[in-house]
C-alpha cells in the first residue's frame, strides 16, 4: 500500500462561473434592501468599482441580463424591476440551507417523539397482545410463524397468545406562530438587526413546509399595531417609525391558534427590546423611557393567559441590557416559557433547536 500523499489546496476558481459569484451577492443584498431590486444592483455597481467583481469577460450588465433570462427578475409597468417567484422560493431555501446545514429531509413529515403507542411510524420493538389493541397493529407474519411453533401444522390455529404486536411511535402535529418585532429600534445604533430576523423567518418556513408539511406556521409582525404577513411577503419586510405593542402582537397570535387544530401550540418572538405601546380604544398608550408598569401588567397579563391556554412563548431577545433581561425573566416565569439572549449569529441555531426539541415535548 503506497498510502496518501498530502499536496497544498488550491481553489479552483473556475468551479463557479461568473453568475453564481455575484448572484450570491445579490442575494444577500435582496435581503438587505428589503426586496428592492435596483438598491441592490446600484450596491452591487458600486462595489464592483471598489473591489473589480466583474471583468471584460462577463460584466454587471451580463449579470441583469441572465438574471431577467433565468427568471429570477422581471420589468413591471414602467420598467421597474421586481423579484419573480423563483427567487423568492431561492431566497428561502438558501436561508435554510445557510443556517440549517444538518437538517435531513423527513418522508412523512411528522414529528417522532420518544413515546410509542397507537402511532404510524413502525419500530423495531415487538412484544405481546393487550386487550384495546387495534388490528393494523398486529403483526401478521411473526403471529403466523408463533402458531405454527405453538400449535404446530396438523392443529394450527391462531390464539390470542400467538399475536405478536409492532410497536409504533406517536407523531406530534405542532402550530407555531413567529412574531418579528419591526420597531424603530431594530436598526438603531448602527446595527441591522432586522435582516437576521427575516432569514431565520425564512429558514424556519422552508424547514416547516419542506420537512413537517404537516405543521403550521403563521407570520406575525408588531410595531404600533400587529398583523399577520405570507411567507412570500418576508423579503420585503421592513422596519417602520414604530413603537413596540407586544400585547398586539401576542393577542393575535392567541387569535391564530386558537383557530388551529392541533394540540401542540406555540409563539416564537423575535424582538430586542421591551415593550413600549398599547392600543388603548382608539388611541396608543406610548412612554419608551424605561419599563412602563401599566405597558408592563398589560404585557403579563397575556403572557399569563398564553399559560392558560397552554400555549407556550419562547423569547429570542437580541439585547443584552440587564433591566431588559429582567423584563424577559419575568415575563417567561409568567408564561412558564423560554428566553434565549442571542447575538444576531446565533438567532438561527437557537431557534431550529428550540423548534426540533419542542416537537418531542408534549403528546396528546
Same mark, same amino acid.
Given at each position: 500500500?503506497?498510502?496518501?500523499?498530502?499536496?497544498?489546496?488550491?481553489?479552483?476558481?473556475?468551479?463557479?462561473?461568473?453568475?453564481?459569484? /455575484?448572484?450570491?451577492?445579490? %442575494?444577500?443584498?435582496?435581503?438587505?434592501?428589503?426586496?428592492?431590486?435596483?438598491?441592490?444592483?446600484?450596491?452591487?455597481?458600486?462595489?464592483?468599482?471598489?473591489?473589480?467583481?466583474?471583468?471584460?469577460?462577463?460584466?454587471?450588465?451580463?449579470?441583469?441580463?441572465?438574471?431577467?433570462?433565468?427568471?429570477?427578475?422581471?420589468?413591471?409597468?414602467?420598467?421597474?424591476?421586481?423579484?419573480?417567484?423563483?427567487?423568492?422560493?431561492?431566497?428561502?431555501?438558501?436561508?435554510?440551507?445557510?443556517?440549517?446545514?444538518?437538517?435531513?429531509?423527513?418522508?412523512?413529515?411528522?414529528?417522532?417523539?420518544?413515546?410509542?403507542?397507537?402511532?404510524?411510524?413502525?419500530?423495531?420493538?415487538?412484544?405481546?397482545?393487550?386487550?384495546?389493541?387495534?388490528?393494523?397493529?398486529?403483526?401478521?407474519?411473526?403471529?403466523?410463524?408463533?402458531?405454527?411453533?405453538?400449535?404446530?401444522?396438523?392443529?394450527?390455529?391462531?390464539?390470542?397468545?400467538?399475536?405478536?404486536?409492532?410497536?409504533?411511535?406517536?407523531?406530534?402535529?405542532?402550530?407555531?406562530?413567529? %412574531?418579528?418585532?419591526?420597531?424603530?429600534? %431594530?436598526? /438603531?445604533?448602527?446595527?441591522?438587526?432586522?435582516?437576521?430576523?427575516?432569514?431565520?423567518?425564512?429558514?424556519?418556513?422552508?424547514?416547516?413546509?419542506?420537512?413537517?408539511?404537516?405543521?403550521?406556521?403563521?407570520?406575525?409582525?408588531?410595531?404600533?399595531?400587529?398583523?399577520?404577513?405570507?411567507?412570500?411577503?418576508?423579503?420585503?419586510?421592513?422596519?417602520?417609525?414604530?413603537?413596540?405593542?407586544?400585547?398586539?402582537?401576542?393577542?393575535?397570535?392567541?387569535?391564530?391558534?386558537?383557530?388551529?387544530?392541533?394540540?401542540?401550540?406555540?409563539?416564537?418572538?423575535?424582538?430586542?427590546?421591551?415593550?413600549?405601546?398599547?392600543?388603548?380604544?382608539?388611541?396608543?398608550?406610548?412612554?419608551?423611557?424605561?419599563?412602563?408598569?401599566?405597558? /408592563?401588567?398589560?404585557?403579563?397579563?397575556?403572557?399569563?393567559?398564553?399559560?392558560?391556554?397552554?400555549?407556550?412563548?419562547?423569547?429570542?431577545?437580541?439585547?443584552?441590557?440587564?433591566? /431588559?433581561?429582567?423584563?424577559?425573566?419575568?415575563?417567561?416565569?409568567?408564561?412558564?416559557?423560554?428566553?434565549?439572549?442571542?447575538?444576531?449569529?446565533?438567532?438561527?441555531?437557537?431557534?431550529?433547536?428550540?423548534?426540533?426539541?419542542?416537537?418531542?415535548?408534549?403528546?396528546?
Amino acid at each position: 500500500m503506497i498510502g496518501h500523499r498530502f499536496t497544498q489546496y488550491i481553489p479552483d476558481d473556475s468551479s463557479s462561473s461568473g453568475f453564481d459569484k /455575484l448572484f450570491n451577492l445579490f %442575494m444577500q443584498l435582496i435581503l438587505i434592501t428589503s426586496g428592492d431590486v435596483s438598491e441592490a444592483l446600484n450596491w452591487m455597481n458600486q462595489l464592483d468599482r471598489k473591489y473589480n467583481l466583474t471583468d471584460d469577460s462577463y460584466g454587471m450588465g451580463d449579470f441583469i441580463d441572465d438574471l431577467k433570462k433565468k427568471n429570477y427578475i422581471e420589468e413591471q409597468s414602467g420598467n421597474a424591476l421586481h423579484l419573480t417567484a423563483k427567487s423568492e422560493q431561492t431566497i428561502r431555501r438558501r436561508s435554510l440551507e445557510e443556517i440549517f446545514t444538518k437538517l435531513r429531509k423527513s418522508v412523512r413529515g411528522n414529528h417522532t417523539t420518544p413515546f410509542s403507542g397507537h402511532g404510524d411510524e413502525s419500530t423495531s420493538e415487538r412484544r405481546e397482545f393487550y386487550f384495546g389493541d387495534s388490528i393494523d397493529q398486529i403483526d401478521m407474519t411473526s403471529s403466523i410463524k408463533n402458531a405454527q411453533i405453538n400449535h404446530g401444522l396438523d392443529d394450527f390455529k391462531l390464539t390470542e397468545k400467538d399475536l405478536e404486536i409492532e410497536e409504533r411511535d406517536y407523531k406530534a402535529l405542532n402550530s407555531t406562530v413567529l %412574531m418579528i418585532d419591526i420597531s424603530h429600534s %431594530m436598526v /438603531l445604533y448602527g446595527e441591522d438587526r432586522i435582516t437576521p430576523a427575516k432569514k431565520v423567518a425564512m429558514a424556519l418556513s422552508e424547514l416547516i413546509t419542506t420537512k413537517y408539511p404537516k405543521d403550521t406556521l403563521d407570520i406575525i409582525v408588531f410595531g404600533n399595531d400587529a398583523w399577520q404577513i405570507q411567507i412570500k411577503d418576508l423579503p420585503y419586510l421592513q422596519v417602520g417609525p414604530y413603537y413596540t405593542n407586544t400585547v398586539a402582537g401576542i393577542e393575535l397570535a392567541n387569535d391564530i391558534l386558537r383557530r388551529r387544530k392541533t394540540n401542540n401550540k406555540q409563539i416564537f418572538m423575535i424582538t430586542d427590546g421591551k415593550p413600549t405601546c398599547l392600543k388603548v380604544g382608539a388611541r396608543y398608550y406610548k412612554n419608551s423611557f424605561g419599563l412602563d408598569r401599566k405597558i /408592563l401588567n398589560k404585557t403579563l397579563d397575556q403572557a399569563a393567559r398564553c399559560r392558560k391556554l397552554g400555549i407556550t412563548i419562547t423569547t429570542f431577545m437580541i439585547a443584552r441590557d440587564p433591566y /431588559l433581561q429582567e423584563f424577559v425573566r419575568e415575563f417567561t416565569k409568567t408564561n412558564n416559557g423560554r428566553a434565549y439572549y442571542s447575538n444576531l449569529n446565533g438567532l438561527g441555531d437557537f431557534i431550529f433547536e428550540d423548534y426540533i426539541r419542542n416537537r418531542r415535548k408534549r403528546v396528546y
